[in-house]
């Protein structure tokens, strides 16, 4: 996973979208999801009842509520809370690890054997490789932000340099794979930058994509990887936002 920095101008709840800053957006009133609110806020769902002795608020569990958004500009689909650099290293310390699984399997049961399917390295990798080739000359230099062990890392046998960023403490697992720090990534140019299942987790995924910038030539090839979700695949643009009501981080 990789990290930013929130700069002092970055709103708390995001009037504009975090994608493109259009302001042309469309709000649904949603539920944060439990596990997040208690991972980062220590928020846990609460029952109101009669022992509260409130006047005006019904008895019943409450959660912590949050807005759905939709751009109508872009169709990004993402949470209105923007969560700070603290927030996101109390989120992202121990990412899937057992403290943070245990706490996920409390509010999502069956989350823990899920974690064991995504701890194991994706089968789609060759995929990648084709799809990539046609544009890369080997052997290559390979910088994969927020590229965990590196076990998702393409072209792990034809490179000449390979580059690891991440923010978690996690060693690489990939032979001739370095783990680095910002801002040796950001001070060195490579053929090939990979950033799979990242900007998602990112409460302004421009600024990554800025970084990443200052790590490119006119040459380098960028691949982006985000998930597409049943809720957008299953719906239409319309729809989509009335439809997420558990939300994460930027989806």
Not at 26 to 41: D, E, N, T, Y
Not at 188 to 209: A, F, K, M, R, W
């Amino acid at each position: 996973m990789s990290k930013t920095n929130v700069s002092p101008q970055h709103e708390r709840i995001a009037s504009s979208c975090v994608c493109c800053k259009s302001r042309a957006l469309k709000k649904s009133p949603a539920i944060l999801m439990p596990f997040l609110a208690h991972r980062v806020f220590g928020w846990e769902p609460v029952e109101i009842t009669d022992d509260w002795g409130l006047n005006t608020i019904r008895n019943g569990m409450a959660y912590s509520i949050c807005n759905s958004v939709q751009c109508d500009n872009c169709g990004h689909l993402f949470l209105d809370i923007r969560f700070n650099e603290s927030e996101m290293n109390s989120l992202y310390d121990g990412y899937r690890e057992k403290d943070y699984t245990d706490l996920r399997e409390k509010y999502e049961p069956g989350y823990k054997e899920r974690n064991d399917r995504l701890n194991s390295a994706i089968e789609y990798i060759p995929d990648i490789e084709q799809f990539l080739s046609p544009h890369l000359a080997f052997p290559i230099s390979i910088l994969d932000w927020g590229g965990d062990t590196g076990k998702n890392t393409p072209f792990q046998t034809r490179n000449k340099l390979l580059h690891i960023y991440d923010i978690s403490n996690k060693p690489v697992t990939i032979n001739g794979a370095i783990k680095i720090d910002k801002s040796t990534a950001t001070r060195t140019q490579y053929d090939l930058i990979i950033c799979s299942n990242v900007l998602e987790h990112i409460p302004h995924p421009i600024d990554i994509v800025l970084d990443i910038k200052m790590s490119m030539r006119i040459d380098t090839v960028l691949y982006i990887e985000v998930p597409l979700e049943d809720i957008v695949r299953t719906n239409d643009a319309k729809t989509a936002i009335h439809q997420k009501r558990n939300i994460g981080t930027s989806t």
